[in-house]
């Protein structure tokens, strides 16, 4: 279940289940029964239920028919009138026959449980009266509160805050994921998310086809290249990463090391004539060749059998990293550009699309953080109505020809054209100097050994967060590379399907 469905592809879900002869009610109390079996879980016995005017609404007075049901003492206080509710919801609060009060943020003085059923994922405007009075009265009550669908104030395209939003314990969505329950801040305001299967057969994703996804095993696992036992490392290809000057060489040597435990056969750093005892110093298993300046890396590239190359990382921003990207660019190997490779086209972003135009089929994969994207991609940035990550990167991606990996928490990889996944598992303590690094020497290590762009891209994103989780705190970017064989016992034994989890 790794789609995620956009509100209107959501929308067109239920349309679609409909049409096959499922009717909205019953989608309706499949939702609501999800809702209570989730909170009868909880400790206490006093459930609220803040119900909203559309269908949210509904799910949340099947929630509290059920509870009441198996003896839970519930109310149900809506934010609207009961004469105006249509549609399933009106169905629904029929056959609710207790009390319906009117929304007042004291009505949930007593709460031991909440059902959050105001708004669903489908909010697009701001918050304001009473429902975000509400909203801060489920916040300041300090119980568990369960949000239908998505937190109330969440948007689901984008995951922004519309002015306020609930704080779940937890959330209870239907049939699929949204890209609001992962991108931030939305997924910060979730908790747990459980997707409830309430009788959209999976059928209909074969035409509403999904272009967006979580980042996990299931996106790329068939393209991930498994050793064979009669390879040798030069089936597994060969890395290159290009190193900055004598007071920069580190960023050059976690990313020669990601690309070398990610799996590529061979891995080594094009190093200024000025760095280069320090970086043979520094290294053991990867090479170190002495490559200075543009026409020195053309010729070094010149060998098809490098077939991956690595720029930006610790590698000085200014004209000559751009010569030297642009020679990368003019090979056939699949070039990652990093860091300073990226800031480097800042001002001249069309001489770096004209390049990526020219390439073909070699794959170019470009890796900016929030600020290097906003000077690399500003137009982007400035245009009206585009303000979620996941449309920034897609925009970016289409426009520039490119893979494009905008970093955070919630990394967005997007293809030119169209696929585009939202990664689920960056711990915070990623945030360390040189992680970027590391991840784009893995991407890097992925396309060597053949992988796709959009694929390599996704897995060295998944397999960063994995080796990152599997150290755990205190982590620093050397760690990372050193995580990646626990990482892969674990994956490659889901692969030839047994269980475990990395330790």
Known sequence: MIELLTTAEMAEADRLAMAGGISG???????????ADCAAAKPGRHAVVVAGPGNNGGDGFVAARLLTERGFIVRVVLAGEVAQLKGGAAAMAKQWTGVVEPAAPQTLAHAEIIIDALFGAGLDRPVEGLARAMIEAMNERRVPVIAADLPSGINGNSGAVMGAAVRATETVTFFRRKPGHLLLPGRMH????????????????EQIKPRTFINDVELWSRAFPRPRIDGHKYM??????????????????LAARGALRAGAGLVTIASPREALSVNAAANLAVMVRAVDGAAELAAFLGDRRRNAVVLGP??????????????????????????????????????????????????????????????????????PNVNSKLQKTSLAAKDSGAIVLFKGADSVVAAPDGRAAIAANAPPWLATAGSGDVLAGMIGGLLAQGMPGFEATAAAVWLHGEAANAFGPGLIADDLPEMLPTVYRWLNAQLEGKSGAPA
């Not at 009610?25 to 809702?35: D, I, P, Q, S, V």
Request: charged fraction near 20%; hydrophobic fraction near 45%.
């Open 314 to 383: 610790g590698g000085g921003v200014g004209p000559q990293m751009r010569e030297l990207a642009l020679v990368a660019l003019a090979s056939e190997a699949a070039v990652v550009l990093d860091a300073d490779a990226l800031t480097s086209f800042a001002e001249k972003p069309s001489d770096l699309a004209q390049a990526i135009e020219k390439r073909g089929r070699w794959p170019t994969i470009l890796t900016p953080h929030e600020g290097e994207f906003s000077s690399l991609f500003s137009k982007i940035n400035g245009l």
């Open 190 to 205: 979730c908790g747990e998310v459980h997707v409830a299967d309430i009788g959209i057969p999976a059928r209909v994703l």
């Open 25 to 35: 009610l019953t989608l309706m109390e499949n939702a609501g029964r999800a809702l």
């Open 236 to 253: 597994r290809g060969h890395a290159v990463a290009v190193s900055g000057g004598i007071e920069t060489t580190g960023a050059a040597r």
